[in-house]
């Protein structure tokens, strides 16, 4: 859904800036005005991801499945990264989950079936 207001955000900025009347200056500068918008508008996925309150033996848990699913390359530390992040996102598109990072609920579920 934000993805589709963030394009809705550039859509709109691109057709103000291409108005009657404007000059190149004026569309250019309500051109990035739009971009700003639409890149506020994304949600940081990865900062939200990397405050939450895993503890090490679950992260440790999520590197081993991962590196078992050939999802996560790194080294089985405990510690939580954005390369972590980015695999249990991968993981959690291919189970129809929310890819949102967070090692919780039905996420921590599935990969302790994976054997983590």
């Known amino acids: 859904m934000h993805r589709f207001a963030a394009g809705t955000v550039l859509l709109l900025g691109l057709l103000a800036a291409g108005g009657a009347g404007c000059?190149?200056?004026?569309?250019?500068?309500?051109?990035?005005?739009?971009?700003?918008?639409?890149?506020?508008?994304?949600p940081d996925v990865h900062a939200h991801a990397l405050e939450q309150q895993a503890t090490a033996a679950e992260i440790e848990l999520a590197q081993r499945a991962l590196a078992k699913e050939k999802e996560y390359m790194g080294p089985v530390d405990g510690k939580l990264d954005r390369v972590l992040i980015n695999a249990v996102?991968?993981?959690?598109?291919?189970?129809?989950?929310?890819?949102?990072g967070i090692l919780a609920g039905r996420t921590?579920?599935?990969?302790?079936?994976?054997?983590g």
């Open 23 to 42: 000059d190149e200056a004026e569309r250019e500068r309500r051109a990035r005005e739009a971009a700003e918008q639409m890149k506020e508008s994304i």
């Open 89 to 100: 996102q991968a993981f959690q598109r291919r189970h129809g989950l929310e890819d949102n």
């Open 108 to 115: 921590l579920e599935l990969l302790r079936a994976v054997g």
